[in-house]
């Protein structure tokens, strides 16, 4: 941080002391027009409102369902393809975590796809695997392909998704069930069972069972009743056994050659079943009304166990609320009412046109939903959700028109945007646990108002001090190969009122608050030409200071 920012901190502390410093002061803004509107819809679908996407909005008459629609009909942008154009082009030769951070970072940020993208980070968090695992870091293109996958299904039906969740050769060696064997009497195995609990855990069912509109179902003594037991995950993991590369050769190996055949590591194409490997025997899989297919009969071939098992945590009823609570929270606010859940779950088990899991109709039931676009919610304290860093920064990337440093795969933050000073990274997770629980409760108001706030998990003290760091380096000098464009800002400058104007707009989308307006602005003007560091003009350090102060301000922290 420069000497002119450490400045600041000392003399506008409140500004960067975040949501809890404001929590009695700031109300926000409520009374928006069309643009920002626009704005707000852009920064809860999007990484970002760019200019460029409420250009488009605008000549959409501000019809958010119709730009939902027209995204959906976009091409899916490939991460994957990102890496083999550098190979092509003999820029890289091999594939490592940071080649595919930022082939994933360019498809984030630079996809025209960009509902798709935000819907595929969002279910990344979900159907978590991490680049923090070598079985994945050493995964060659493995991470991105995945990460593809999510994108492909983002916008498609979720029991596609889950069955290419389960296939995919980089969940199978994250969750270990690559090669995973069928039990073994003489050797004393039993299949290994972690893919089989967190598929139920945390990619359908979770722990507990639900009603449609979220809450818990109780038994007798108002304890929750559990969705799963031991012998459940027992019965999983026998069905999610015999998988194996999708290039191998059809002759397996050891006594009967019934050992996995050899292959060749395939880090992209689904996994492929080695059915003398799986588990023929029958198998009980989750008893509940209404279930198709809860007892599997024996002899059947390994996939069509798997796609009934499949088909079982599909239809359960506790996964759409699970799952739907969850892309809300992702998307809109941490604490959606029960209304708000049960009407997303609803579409969720039928689209209206009687089919389950229809993702495009789930993001379009939560985004045009009352309580993601009534301004009335703006001013609810319990409304809204912390902004995670990685969000905070690509939608100052897309605000500012930035642009990258030309060379191979540009999309680089270097060490400003990083889980070192972020706290998180995308597909970096410490566990399959994400890095944030969706039923954190931070300490003091919110959890004594039995509220939950899942990125708060990722606030501490280190991260208080290097977010802001971060985003002062990237509004001063850029990030790594990124540069904002901020002539628009440094005109606007010129005349403060109307900065903060724009700022708003971009960065707020119209909720600022009084205070807060109140207090960049007084800072604006508070600039001398006494005050410029060398090499900068007095409209340039306005602009800089005035960035930076909204960026650091609760009103841009609470996306409300």
């Known amino acids: 941080m420069n000497l002119f920012a450490r400045r600041l901190l000392i003399a506008f502390p409140l500004l960067v002391l975040g949501p809890a410093a404001f929590a009695q002061s700031v109300v926000p803004n409520n009374q928006l027009n069309a643009d920002q509107l626009a704005t707000r819809f852009l920064a809860q679908a999007t990484f970002g409102p760019s200019p460029d996407a409420l250009t488009e909005l605008r000549g959409l008459n501000h019809d958010f369902n119709l730009w939902i629609t027209r995204e959906a009909a976009k091409p899916v942008s490939s991460a994957v393809a990102v890496l083999e154009a550098a190979r092509t082009a003999g820029q890289i030769t091999t594939s490592d975590t940071g080649t595919n951070r930022r082939a994933r970072n360019q498809v984030m940020i630079a996809g025209p796809d960009q509902l798709r993208q935000r819907m595929a980070y969002a279910l990344s968090q979900i159907m978590v695997i991490s680049d923090g695992d070598t079985n994945v870091a050493n995964g060659g293109d493995g991470s991105s392909s995945y990460y593809d996958m999510l994108a492909r299904n983002a916008l498609g039906n979720f029991r596609t998704l889950l069955m290419d969740v389960t296939r995919h050769p980089m969940m199978g060696r994250y969750l270990s069930h690559y090669k995973n064997r069928k039990a073994n009497d003489a050797a004393g195995t039993r299949p290994d069972e972690n893919y089989a609990r967190e598929v139920m855990q945390l990619f359908s069912i979770g722990l507990y069972q639900l009603t449609p509109n979220g809450s818990y179902i109780n038994d007798a003594t108002g304890r929750p009743l559990e969705t799963y037991r031991d012998v459940e995950i027992t019965s999983f993991a026998r069905v999610f056994t015999g998988f194996t590369d999708a290039s191998t050769n059809n002759l397996g190996s050891g006594t009967g050659r019934l050992d996995f055949p ?299």
Request: proline share 8%; hydrophobic share 40%.
């Open 262 to 560: 050899s292959a060749t590591f395939n880090p992209t194409t689904p996994m492929r079943m080695w059915d003398p490997q799986h588990d023929m025997e029958a198998k009980s899989l989750l008893q509940y009304p209404g279930a198709k297919k809860p007892n599997l009969p024996a002899n059947q071939t390994g996939l069509q166990d798997v796609q009934d098992a499949i088909d079982n945590l599909v239809e359960h009823p506790s996964t759409a609320p699970f799952i739907c609570r969850q892309l809300i929270q992702k998307l809109v606010t941490s604490n959606p009412s029960e209304g708000y859940v049960g009407r997303v779950s609803a579409v969720f088990v039928n689209n209206g046109l009687g089919v389950r899991g229809d993702l495009l109709a789930v993001a379009r039931a939560i985004l045009l939903d009352a309580e993601a676009r009534n301004v009335a919610f703006i001013t609810d304290p319990e409304h809204g959700k912390l902004r995670e860093p990685f969000l905070r920064a690509t939608h100052l990337l897309r605000s500012f028109r930035y642009s990258v440093v030309d060379g191979t795969l540009p999309y680089n933050f270097g060490n400003t945007i990083a889980i070192g000073t972020l706290g998180h990274y995308p597909l970096s997770a410490p566990s399959v646990f994400n890095f944030f629980s969706p039923e954190f409760e931070p300490p003091g108001p919110i959890k004594n108002a039995d509220l939950v706030g899942p990125e708060f998990q990722i606030l501490n003290a280190v991260f208080a001090i290097t977010l802001p760091n971060s985003v002062n380096t990237l509004i001063q000098t850029g990030a790594g190969n990124f540069r904002l464009n901020l002539t628009e800002q440094e005109t606007l400058a010129a005349t403060p009122p109307a900065l903060i104007d724009n700022l708003n707009l971009l960065l707020t989308h119209g909720t600022m608050s009084s205070p807060t307006r109140t207090a960049i602005l007084n800072a604006v003007q508070g600039v001398t030409q006494a005050m410029v560091p060398a090499g900068s003009t007095l409209n340039q350090t306005r602009a800089r200071l005035a960035i930076y102060l909204v960026a650091l301000s609760p009103d841009f922290a609470i996306l409300k």
